[in-house]
């Protein structure tokens, strides 16, 4: 029962996507939209369904089975599309996140480099003592002559 739902959704997501041309937030907006109007629909179906059975001589314990199936069905198909969704936003999420650090440690390594060459060339520019401490300006290492 489940399963013509899940097409039914698919084929109205496609023909909104054709054609729509807006924003991303209002894209989210309708296809939810779509999707609560769909569940609403494949809902009062099945419960009128229900009922009709029910109203031509089903008993009540076969109903409430019949309900049971229904709802179960329903609520497993709602379950494993979120799954899904969650599933995909956490590998495009995962995506993002790899190509954000992969730029930000290709950033960092190239400013790591500057600095590193900008070093270098004080070590390599004109020694000066410092008065009293015997060590010549730049060449202690420490990087607390720079402040000098």
């Keep these: 029962m489940a399963e013509p739902l899940a097409g039914r959704l698919r084929r109205a997501e496609a023909a909104l ?12 907006e309708r296809r939810r939209r779509i999707r609560l ?5 494949h809902v009062t179906t099945g419960y ?11 008993s009540g314990a076969e109903s409430v089975r019949a309900y049971a199936r229904f709802m179960d069905d329903l609520l497993r198909w709602l379950f494993d599309t979120a799954d899904g969704e969650a599933d995909q936003l956490r590998r495009d ?6 190509t954000t650090l ?5 950033s960092l390594g190239n400013a790591l480099q500057t600095v590193n060459r900008s070093r270098a060339s004080m070590w390599r520019g004109p020694s000066r003592p410092v008065t ?3 060590v010549a300006l730049g060449r202690s290492g420490t990087g607390m ?3 000098d």
Excluded at 18 to 25: H, K, M, Q, V
Excluded at 93 to 98: I, L, S, T
């Design 93 to 98: 999420c995962d995506a993002y996140v790899d």
């Design 145 to 147: 002559d720079l402040i």
């Design 48 to 58: 009128d369904r229900l009922k009709t059975r029910h109203a031509d001589g089903a």
């Design 37 to 41: 109007d769909l569940l609403r629909e």
């Design 17 to 28: 996507r054709e054609s729509f041309a807006g924003p991303e937030t209002e894209w989210r």
């Design 102 to 106: 992969g730029e930000l440690e290709e």
């Design 132 to 134: 009293g401490s015997g």
